[in-house]
């Protein structure tokens, strides 16, 4: 940059968007000698949100999965959920919020009377997103033998889980 010019950085929020987090636009300015300007809008939207960096997010879902696999689900589901996660079966409706996910899957797991395999066959990391593949046999008290492979298809801000669809 030329001497005497100037750099200004300006946020604002992404008009017309209400949707949580609140994205922010950069736009960059420099002012050149003799009053001439040149911006540069980013077309990438930044989030304040705190982003993991890939270890640490590895870790995380790694933890999740031997949570899981462990017997422990719920226990990971306090741990690696946040307050306003969202959980869908195939194409149900979504379940919102911890407490109804977790009276859920509660639910669910105290009516396991058998298990055969709960295994993790393999996940990948892909941006914020994690797909884990579970496979599971098991003796359910209201849906008898359960012997399935499920995707769970998460996605993760600011570590924790806020979306989660299963697809079996």
Known sequence: MPRG??????????????????????QKCALLPAGIRIAMVFITP???EAVMDAQT????????????VGGKA????????????????NEQSPRVGKAACRAFEEDFFSKIKAVRTNVCD?????GDKAYIVYRMDVDHADMGAMKMSEVAIQQWSNGKVVREKFVY
Not at 57 to 68: G, H, N, S, W
Not at 122 to 126: E, R
């Open 57 to 68: 997010f590895k870790t995380a879902v790694e933890d999740l999965i031997a949570k899981v």
């Open 5 to 26: 010019s100037r750099l200004a950085v300006a946020s604002r929020p992404l008009a017309g968007r209400a949707r949580k987090p609140a994205r922010w636009w950069v």
């Open 122 to 126: 393999g996940y990948v990391i892909s």
């Open 46 to 48: 930044i989030t304040r």
């Open 74 to 89: 719920l226990e990971a589901f306090d741990k690696y959920y946040a307050d306003d996660v969202e959980m869908q079966e």
